[in-house]
């Protein structure tokens, strides 16, 4: 089965700059896969960022854009703060119509 | 708007069934193009799609759960509900449901623990 990758941790610095990627194990990511992050928060369900790789959803900030870069799709945050300290999941909507999340990215604000 | 919510049993003993209903309010569950997923979360690792079904009664599985798991919906009642059969300690987790479209996940249920445990 293809695996979706993700960093499994990144950092950044308050109002800093982080790009978070998500690739395949085999072949590229394009916008056919209707890329989406989700952001979870210790305890809490999970919430859609960004869905069909760059369309945020409904009150999510537009610090929070999404993209293709390469092969991969991405989540850029742009000037973090410090709520957006959190776990990050990308998911992947497959060909034959499984859906695939990655395996998680723990950002962490500091 | 539309809201989520899962009910079913907290507890299951191991080599049994679990059942989960996902109930939807605040909208219909034959609405629009949607479809409706189960997604689980074991305690402090990431989250796992188990399957959705259509509106129409359609349904995609995750390959690693296919032999076990059942999807169907209840337009009627707007419930969509979930049977795992055969289940193991590796089956507990937080187990959601959520609406999905387009690529996106929303809105969730609140989530429900399940623990297999004799």
């Known amino acids: 089965q293809t695996l979706v990758t993700q960093e499994p941790s990144f950092s950044v610095s308050p109002g800093g700059t982080v790009t978070l990627t998500c690739g395949l194990s085999?072949?590229?990511?394009?916008?056919?896969?209707?890329p989406s992050w989700c952001q979870q928060t210790p305890g809490q369900a999970p919430r859609t960022l960004i869905y069909s790789t760059n369309t945020r959803s409904s009150g999510i900030p537009d610090r929070f854009s999404g993209s293709i870069l390469g092969n991969k799709a991405a989540l850029t945050i742009t000037g973090a703060q410090a709520d957006d300290d959190s776990n990050y999941y990308c998911?992947?909507?497959?060909?034959?119509?499984?859906?695939?999340f990655g395996g998680g990215t723990k950002l962490t604000v500091l | 708007q539309v809201q989520l919510q899962e009910s079913g049993p907290g507890l299951v003993k191991p080599s049994q069934t679990l059942s989960l209903t996902c109930t939807v309010s605040?909208?219909?569950?034959?609405?629009?193009?949607?479809?409706w997923s189960w997604i689980r979360q074991p305690a402090g690792k990431g989250l796992e799609w188990i399957g959705r079904?259509?509106?129409?009664?359609?349904?995609n599985y995750n390959p690693s759960l296919k032999s076990r798991v059942t999807i169907s919906i209840d337009t009627s009642n707007n419930q969509f509900s979930l049977k795992l059969s055969s289940v193991t300690a590796a089956d507990t987790a937080i187990y959601y449901c959520?609406?999905?479209?387009?690529?996106?996940?929303?809105?969730w249920g609140q989530g429900t623990l399940v623990t297999v445990s004799s």
């Open positions: 959520a609406r999905f479209f387009l690529g996106r996940f929303d809105p």
């Open positions: 998911v992947l909507y497959m060909p034959n119509g499984i859906s695939v």
């Open positions: 079904i259509y509106t129409g009664g359609s349904t």
């Open positions: 605040g909208g219909s569950i034959s609405s629009g193009s949607y479809s």
């Open positions: 085999s072949g590229s990511v394009s916008t056919s896969y209707y």
